[in-house]
């Protein structure tokens, strides 16, 4: 397999996972269970949100729903809200395409130091430099501004497990909250994999 062909199988993989977690959200018990978890870690609205990754947008939709101000970020490549229809916000919220052919620091230059809070799922799955990438996403923070992540090990071994996720991130930051999520109730079915979630404020 070419480096392309994996790198395009490492983003189906990921779009996959984060499309499953997002389907779930559509169900009023698992949306309420979200909400409450997420609402516990992010500050008092409006806050300004930027959301990574390739997901339908159903927890940018959660959190605009809560009065937050939500931007999307999605790859050149093409995003599940795209290729599946997605959610679509209302109002409609702004969506920022990266270019895969420009530098990241470069494309979000403008995006710098610009945002209260940076959430994503299943992000730092397969990056060809995860530390790089979360240098990037904390330099998108304002001061003391929050990074919120879920994350996870599936079974077949994609993903990153909590203890390496941890170590990642406390290069970084001085202190993670990791919340682990075993309960179906976050999923829609019952799970056997790591799922969780890592929040640092600082």
Do not use: K
């Amino acid at each position: 397999m070419t480096t392309v062909e994996t790198e395009h199988a490492i983003r189906a993989r990921r779009a996959a996972l984060v499309l499953d977690s997002d389907r779930a959200v559509s169900d009023p018990g698992t949306r309420a269970a979200w909400r409450d978890l997420l609402l516990q870690h992010l500050p008092e609205p409006p806050a300004d949100v930027i959301d990574l990754g390739d997901g339908t947008g159903a927890l940018a939709l959660l959190l605009r729903e809560e009065g937050h101000q939500v931007i999307g970020l999605v790859g050149s490549s093409g995003s599940t809200r795209e290729r599946d229809g997605g959610i679509t916000l209302d109002p409609p919220g702004e969506q920022w395409t990266m270019d895969a052919t420009a530098e990241p620091e470069t494309e979000l230059s403008t995006l710098l130091g610009r945002f209260d809070v940076v959430v994503g799922q299943h992000v730092l799955s397969g990056l060809p430099d995860p530390d790089a990438s979360v240098r990037l996403w904390l330099r998108l923070l304002r001061p003391g501004g929050r990074l919120v992540l879920v994350e996870g090990l599936c079974a077949d071994g994609f993903g990153v497990a909590a203890e390496e996720c941890q170590r990642l991130l406390l290069q970084h930051r001085n202190h993670l909250d990791v919340t682990n999520l075993p309960e179906h109730l976050y999923w829609g079915w019952p799970v056997t994999d790591e799922r969780y979630l890592v929040v640092s404020a600082r």
